[in-house]
C-alpha cells in the first residue's frame, strides 16, 4: 500500500490502495486568512492560495474540539457537539452554513434528534443530565440516577433508554413524560445501546465484553453474546495480555437489514455477526490496541467503516477485505455518514471537523455536488 499527497490542489488528496481521498477540510480556515493578512500587512486579493481554498461548510468546527456529529433523517441539517465551552452547533446543507449555536452546562457525552430535523433533540450531558432541546431552545432538562455512556430512541413506544456506570437502563417514556421501570441486566456497566432497525430488538454492550439482547415489547432478555471470548479465540497464537482478556465493547451497530451487527471491543478488534449464530463471521484487527470508538456500515459499497482514535478504516463486511484507510490530523471520537454518498465526516480532537471525499465510495451528496465536477477537473489536469 502507498500513499501519495498533493499540496497544490484546492482539496488536498492521497492515494492509499488505488482509492484516492480528497481532504476537503485541509488548509486555513478565513479568520486565519485574515489574521495572516492584518499581521502581514498584505492583501489576499492575489494570493492564489486564498483564492483556490475551499471551505465546504462555513464554521464548520468548534474553539477546541468536536465529539460528536450526526444527519438529520431527512439529510438536511447536520447537529455536531464540541468544547471548549460546550455547546451544540446545527448546520443547514441548503445554505452551507451554520443556522445556531447553543451553550450547556456540562459537555455532550451523547445525543439524538428524536425528529426529522433538528427541532427535537436530547443531549446526555457529564453531570447526569438528560436536557431537551425544541425548535426556539432549552425546553425541560431531567436527572438520571447514574452518570450516562449512551442513550437510544425507541420509536414504537417513545422510550428513551440510557444507560452508563449501573447494570440498569433507564427508561424515559417521552409520550407520559416519567421514568418507567429500569431493565435490569448483568452487566456491571453499559457502554453503548444499538437499536435493531427492522425489528427493534435491543442490544447493550457491557464492561465485561458481553452484550445483551432485549426484547423491548416484553421488557425481557432473550439471548446475550460474549464478545471478549471470541476476541481471545481469534487471538490464540498471540499471547493473551489483560486489554485482550479483559476486552470490552466499545462501539456497536446494527445493518439496516436486521440481520448483521457489528461490535466494537476496546482491544481495537471489530467483529462482524449474523444475529442467527453467536460466532462472528469475521474478526478485523485494527492493530493500535485502542478501542473502536465508532462503526458504521455503508450500504451502497457493503463496506464496514470503524474507527479508533488514530485511524478510520474501511473494509469489506463480507470478506474483511481493506478497501482504504484514513489517518486524520487529530484524534477520532466520532464518524458520521452522509447515506450512501461518498462523504465521511470525523470529528475529533481537531478545530474543524474533517470531511473527506472518496468518489469510489459514491457519488458526493446534493449539497456538495460540485466536488463531482472538481474532482473530474483535478484527474484530467494531472493534479
Partial sequence: MSARRNNTNPLRVSTLNGVKIYNCSAGKT???????????????RYNQEYRRRIELIQDFGFPT??????LSRDGEFIAATGVYKPQIRVFELSQLSMKFERHVDAPVVQFQMLSDDFSKMVLLRADRTLE??????TY?????????????YHYPSCDLYVAGSSSDVWRLNLDQGRYMASLATDLPGINVIGVNPVHQLMAFGGENGVVEFWDPRVRERVADLNVSDSVAKHMKNVRLTRALEDAEVSALRYDVDGLGMAVGTSSGHVLQYDMRSSRPLLTKD???GLPVRSIKYHHGTGNVVSADRKSIRLWNKKT?????????????AHVCLNGDSGMIMA???HQRIQIYY??????????????????????????
Wanted: no cysteine; proline share 7%.
Fill in 347 to 349: 470529528a475529533g480532537e
Fill in 358 to 383: 472518496v468518489p469510489q465510495l459514491g457519488p458526493a451528496p446534493r449539497w456538495a455536488s460540485f466536488l463531482d465536477l472538481l474532482t473530474e477537473e483535478l484527474e484530467e489536469s494531472g493534479e
Fill in 286 to 288: 485494527h492493530r493500535y
Fill in 140 to 152: 425541560h432538562t431531567t436527572r438520571v440516577p447514574k452518570f450516562g455512556r449512551d442513550l437510544a
Fill in 30 to 44: 478565513l479568520p486565519q486568512w485574515i489574521d495572516e493578512a492584518v499581521r502581514k500587512q498584505k492583501s489576499l
Fill in 65 to 70: 474540539a468536536s465529539t460528536k456529529v450526526k
Fill in 320 to 332: 474483511g477485505k481493506a478497501f482504504t484507510s484514513i489517518e486524520p490530523m487529530g484524534d477520532v
Fill in 132 to 137: 431537551f432541546h425544541a425548535r426556539f431552545g
